[in-house]
């Protein structure tokens, strides 16, 4: 509705005074006191310049009006007003410049004066409209102000305004006039708003006994986040509501109290103490009046300003005498942090516990809630697929708590089946959501792939020996033992919130973080899994803050670690702790709690989930033996006893070491020790023969291949095999042998694409023979060439 041409000259003389008093908005007082001002703009042209002749005579009528008005009550305006420039610049808390806008007050103001407007038979609004919101309006000032002048209030009979009839709708809801404060709870649950609420008996029960005692007759709800603490009020609201309901209980109202609504448009002092002074006024006197204040740790500050009092401190007297009753909620973290601090508050509350449901209270949940979700999106949701939803939700989501978990996934997985296309064909009629539609939810917030969460893989775990066996050669009895545990793990039969533990021990250079990345490739189809802890990193003490992050008062205090960051964003992950030996006892004492519950607090306090999570320790304590493989013809078959034995004595040699170096209690909570054996000569040649894969691999984009005979794979075998270094040293030995000279010659462009290089030994010279369509070319080089390969 647009404005009267009278409130548009009031609108600018408002203006003006907030701008004056440096109130960042416009007020209802500000343009109370406007009206106040009027008398000195009836014959000021400035204010009605943009107005048209007729629009400025309309706009002197409206004010001589208002004028008329104050004379009739005997008010001096000048008076009035200047008494209300000084309650204001009194009670003004906040000062700035002037944004322009109107606070919410100022727009209820508005709202108000439109809809008495109407009454008036007015398209504007109009002064005398404004005039009397302003009287109706929630201002301790004006009241305040209205009293010391004994200022009447103008009726709506005098302003000319019709009453607005009641509707039969407004007539039949019964709202209790606090529901602007909140939201009435009793009269939701007789119009079927609120739940189903499954379950949780005893806790309505606990609640329903406290609020019909005596004394001390304040619940408080305490529980984890999204563990259903408001369902459970919800759930006792609509006990009380039903035929049949106990005496004490069916006769309570009950009411939501919210903070916001209380503290919004409290611009200036006493107007929130005004608004709860209210609420406590109504709760005296209706003794079945039941306020519940949910997140009740938002009481501790609210409304408070320099010489007046919060919420929580206004709430106490009435809350030791009895006067009211009162339903609190709040986790267990805040109210340790803001609420028990505090023992006069804490006292007058009597806490309930709200613990996470079980599996299968959380089905039974998600079954009650069954019906609304059908109707909301249209669709079936089978029991197959709720069961799963919880299962998979418990499993994959590590932040938050049951249920609020699992309806939040299968909410969701109904919405992404409605919207999998933009077509406007509606669904048809009865489809169903499956569990592909639960995973794909999962796999998107989780970043776990699909085909891990829907357990696709089982003919792949059986066949997992033969998976990781082709990228790590020469360790078939490591890589048996950790197929074990991953079954075991993956199967379900591992102890719940238990994360696998496994130690990987023996010489350098053997395959044991080979094998770690080859284990993350295979589970989550993604080696960048893989999160890694070098473990000399941590060799001082203080270095556990690497870990968990700094402590409060220290700096990096807030700052999220490596570790941290990455197990919360990949729960399911491979943790490699590599070279565990080297760590810190304190540090390794860390992983203590992970190990043994699935768990680690960091140092802001928080729980982070690791039961997901497999925990990969390396370690060369005890590779001291020396194995090394036999070359020539029959030396395997006729050493196969010695070399048992030789393994034999070292899988004993490195258990002890590992044993005596960890504390007990460390090597009580890994599953396994799984000791990697030296590597054969046999193993040796698969080595060089997976090099020369990935060598042709990345060498496909130029059209280019290479090749080795025995005499070359012979001589990178002599060469490249160190006790010391282990397959490490072949690496190294296979880039200057045949990496080098390759790209020496490709980079001078002998070698072309469509090419290929033949590697072959000649005595001390290595031949490389390039096959092209023009021919063969041959080029000679030493084989003895860098660090000065002993053959």
Sequence with gaps: MNLSPGTYVLYAVSTSEAVFMQSPVLEPEHFFLGLLKLEDFINEQALMKDLTEEQKEEAVREMATIVELWKEKQISAKDMRRRLRFLLNEAQVERGEFSGHRSQRGRDLFEQAEKLSQGMGADQVVLMALLQACQQVDSPILKSLLDEFKFLPIKAEEAGITPTPTSPEEKSSGEHPLAKFGRDLTAQAKEGKLGPVIGRNEEIKSIAR????????????????????????????????????????????????????????????????????????????????????????????????????????????ALARGDIRCIGATTTSEFRKYIEPDGALTRRFQVVWIDE???????????????????????????????????????????????????????????????????????????????????????????VPLEVILVRDEERLLNLENELGRQVIGQENAIVSVAKAIRISRAGLRARNRPVVLLFAGPTGTGKSELAKALSKFLYLDESRLITLDMTEFQEEHQVAKIIGSPPGYIGFGEEPHFIREIRLHPSSVVLLDEIEKAHPSVLMTFMQVFDEGRLTDARGRLINCAEAIFILTSNLGATLKVKPQLGFRIEEEREEVRKKEFASLDQQIRGAVVSALAPELVNRIQEIVVFRPLSRQAIYQIIDLYLQGMNTRLAERAITIQLDNSAKDLLSEAGYSEQFGARHLQRVFDQVIAEPLSREILSGSIKPGDEAFFRRDKDQMVMDIHSQQGMKTFLYPARDADNLTL
């Design 357 to 447: 449901p079980s599996y299968d209270d959380t089905v039974e949940i998600l079954g009650g809630l069954r019906v609304k979700l059908e109707k909301h999106h249209g669709l079936s949701i089978p029991d197959d697929v709720i069961e799963r939803a919880v299962a998979l939700s418990s499993r994959f989501i590590t932040d938050g708590y049951q249920p609020d978990k699992a309806i939040m996934v299968l909410d969701e997985a109904c919405a992404l089946r409605r919207l999998k296309t933009l077509s406007p064909t509606p669904l048809e009629e009865g489809q169903a959501i499956d569990v592909e539609d639960i995973a794909q939810v999962i796999a998107r917030r989780t970043q």
């Design 210 to 317: 406290i609020l019909t005692q005596r004394t001390r007759n304040n619940p408080i709800l305490l529980g984890d986040p999204g563990v259903g603490k408001t369902a459970v009020v919800e759930g006792l609201v609509i006990y009380a509501t039903q035929e049949g309901a106990v005496a004490p209980i069916c006769n309570m109202h009950f009411i939501e109290i919210s903070m916001s609504a209380l503290v919004s448009g409290t611009k200036y002092r006493g107007e929130f103490e005004d608004k709860l002074q209210k609420i406590l006024t109504a709760a005296r006197e209706d003794p079945d009046l039941v306020l519940f204040i949910d997140e009740l740790h938002t009481m501790m500050g609210a409304g408070s300003g320099e010489g007046t009092l919060d919420a929580a401190n206004i709430l106490k007297p």
